[in-house]
């Protein structure tokens, strides 16, 4: 056989094992596979939900104005010895490495698969979806369009990698979602400035500053594009149910790739997604912005302090917490 063919052969095996035959996905299957996967999220059963435990998991969804949460409370309440190690980066991830009690990331709930469930508090901010899939939308133009100052997206591309590497940091380009966004979101500025120097400027842009198609994707397109409904559409409940695609558990792909091919199955994700919600320490509401981080502080910063304040005592007389 020649090495093609081979290769094709190979590939055809390769892709019929990652994604089941289209039948897999009949509806019965996925009814099933769905259900199963939200009864025995259900069960779960949390005790103690507004008692701090030893872990603290920031579930931090995009654009909800975590950032703030997270520099503003958390890093002063943990000292860097105590925050898991490149906690916005999956790849580097490994909890279990150092005796670390504060975990913020962009994962989803299915990360809690690696931490140890009764040990561990969960954390999170929610916002009306409307406003986040305009946030998530301004962001990526933001983020892409500091690489205009690049001459063509080659050099742009190249360029970020390198100041990447050299720095060592985390960049916003290293972290889900926005490594998909911005990436594509910077092909297509560049795309367009391409265009525009192939064709010249329009005669006119017109008095409607909303329509900017010659320099920015239109929102419209941005959000029917494949890449945004893998990424932005129901993003906050997949991500508190553990679905997004960037879920760490493989088995939560096909649940994914059910619900996202039988839309009616979506009524198990919130169910799931809202008892999570249920179990969790503490939720604040982007929107409800001075309430919440009052609460925020009470609740959580309270315990934060006084548990640190008992574990430091517990160390220094010398009794070792995992
Ligand atoms: C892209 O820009 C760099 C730096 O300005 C230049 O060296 C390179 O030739 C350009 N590549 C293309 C394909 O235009
Ligand atoms: C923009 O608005 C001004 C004032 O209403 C008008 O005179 C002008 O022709 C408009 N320009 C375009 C390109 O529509
Ligand atoms: C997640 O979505 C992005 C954007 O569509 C895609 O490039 C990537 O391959 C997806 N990841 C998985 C694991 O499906």
Redo the contacts with the bound molecule.
Sequence with gaps: MDHAVSLALLLVLLVTNVYPSSSAYDFEHCENTVKKWASSSLHSDTKDGHILKDMLFFLHVPRTGGRTYFYCFLKKLYSSSLECPRSYDKLRFDPRKRNCRLLATHDDYSIMSKLARERTSVVTILRNPIDRVFSAYEFSVEVAARFLVHSNLTSATKTSKTVRLKKGVISTLDIWPWKYLVPWMMEDLFARRDARKRNGPPN????DSYNMKEIVMPLHEFINHPVALDIIHNGATFQVAGLTNNSNIWEMHEVRHCVMTHQTLGKYVLEVAKKRLDEMLYVGLTEDHRESATMFANLVGAQVISQLGASNAATESGSVFW
């Design positions: 006119a842009y017109g008095n």
